[in-house]
């Protein structure tokens, strides 16, 4: 099974806070991912990695920003939350081939107030 | 973009039934993957599957990439086969996987 952890698991914060969601994978897997999606409706791409210091935006638009110092490491960073970013955030990696399949975290449920 | 629809949007089952999910891209691709959400929100991955046919358990999959679709059979449904269903697809190693809408499948004791 695959692992990948996603912190916190649930975070109802009031507006204009600045938040950072973890998400940390021991696998060793090059590709890590951010999507958005409200409860059991589409998934929406706002980011992804495919190594050390590269990251690229996503399909949807997003007020977050991300890094990748480590390998392991792909924390997502909202400067000033809104009501409008409550939602589900997951985050996913795969490894380097084309043959790799995707594992998800257990998402971080976000509540802006 | 490469388009990916799902079929049905949603399905209600009885307990021991059978059921097909149909996915159709718009281009072809070298991965395509099936999960499913749990009522919890966890996202599984099913197969991966960009030709050919696989199976595990009640659970198997077959793409037919010339004519780009994929299908997914669920046999003798549980109620723990209840979620969402999703089909993703990549036309290349270094472009993300892009999913269809899914479909919500409920199955009733």
């Known amino acids: 099974e695959a692992d990948i952890y996603q912190t916190p698991r649930y975070l109802v914060i009031g507006t204009g806070k600045k938040i950072t969601l973890e998400c940390s994978q021991t696998m060793g897997h090059d590709k890590m991912y951010w999507y958005q999606q409200d409860p059991g409706m589409e998934l929406h791409l706002i980011h992804y990695s495919y190594g050390v210091n590269s990251t690229e935006k996503g399909d949807l638009s997003s007020e977050s920003t991300v890094s990748r110092i480590r390998t392991e490491h792909f924390p997502l960073t909202l400067e000033s939350a809104r009501p409008s970013h409550t939602s589900q955030y997951l985050c996913?990696?795969?490894?380097?081939?084309?043959?790799?399949?995707?594992?998800f975290g257990p998402g971080t449920r976000l509540t802006v107030l | 973009g490469i388009q990916v629809e799902q079929s049905p949007p949603d399905l209600i089952l009885q307990e021991g039934a059978n059921s097909t999910l149909r996915c159709n891209f718009s281009d072809s691709v070298n991965n395509l993957q099936w999960f499913h959400q749990n009522p919890w929100g966890q996202l599984i991955n099913l197969f991966y599957?960009?030709?050919g046919t696989k199976q595990n358990g009640r659970l198997s999959a077959t793409t037919v990439a010339t004519e780009r679709y994929s299908l997914l059979y669920i046999s003798s449904s549980q109620t723990t086969d209840s979620g969402v269903y999703f089909c993703?697809?990549?036309?290349?190693?270094?472009?993300?996987?892009?999913f269809g809408k899914g479909t919500r499948l409920s199955v009733i004791a």
């Open positions: 599957i960009p030709s």
């Open positions: 993703a697809v990549a036309y290349s190693g270094n472009t993300p996987l892009v």
């Open positions: 996913a990696s795969s490894g380097p081939l084309d043959t790799d399949t995707q594992y």
